[in-house]
Structures are given as C-alpha cells and as structure tokens.
C-alpha cells in the first residue's frame, strides 16, 4: 500500500482546508486514519475510518473535523473547519491492512503540512 497525501497549506484562525490520501495497490485497508505531529510534539491520531463506516475522532477536533472515504477511489479526505493555531502540524496518512502470513500491517504517507496562523 502506497499513501500520498494532499491539500495541506496555510490557513487564518477559523479557516478550513481538506485534506486528500490516496491510497495504491493491490491491498484494500482495513483502516484508514489521519495522525499528526505538531513542533515539539508527540504524533496523535486525529480521526480514523474503519470499512465498516465507523469513525474515531480525538476529542480535540471532535465536531470540528469530520474524516470520510470513497471506497471507489480508495480514498480518505478529512475535512477541517474552524481552524485553530494549535491545530498546526504534519498530518500524515496511516493504514492498516490484515495480511495472513504477517498479521495487521501498517502503513504511513510522507504527510502534508497544514499552518494554522492566529
């Protein structure tokens, strides 16, 4: 599974942008989730997806941002509104994938950095 992430940039407060992962190859991920990792900080899981529809958010985006996926495309975009300085980080792309010889297998894209200015 290869990830390549878009739409990140600079933003003011209270501003929002979309974020796009790609997801290549022949393995469909069970679980498709965005992470960042702000300056100075540890990598956090923002929001996830699983096949099945059901979606995690961390509390500090919870009804802020909202994460969705084409299954066509392959797909995941997470969609961020009212867009706050401390929300400024890397964000990257993970997946996970279930292989029978080697058990879940994860999977990052490089990221794309998203600046939220005050």
């Known amino acids: 599974v290869q990830l390549a992430e878009s739409g990140g940039g600079s933003v003011q407060a209270g501003g929002s942008l979309r974020l796009s992962c790609a997801a290549t190859?022949?393995?469909?991920?069970?679980?498709l989730a965005w992470y960042r990792q702000g300056p100075g900080k540890e990598r956090e899981l923002v929001a996830s997806?699983?096949?099945?529809?059901?979606?995690k958010y961390a509390a500090s985006v919870q009804g802020r941002f909202s994460i969705s996926r084409d299954h066509d495309r392959n797909t995941v975009d997470l969609q961020m509104t009212h867009l706050k300085p401390e929300d400024t980080a890397a964000y990257l792309c993970?997946?996970?994938?279930?292989?029978?010889?080697?058990?879940?297998?994860?999977?990052w894209g490089r990221g794309t950095q998203v600046t939220v200015s005050s």
């Open positions: 993970w997946a996970t994938v279930w292989i029978r010889v080697r058990g879940w297998v994860e999977y």
């Open positions: 997806m699983h096949s099945d529809g059901t979606t």
């Open positions: 190859g022949s393995l469909i991920p069970t679980i």
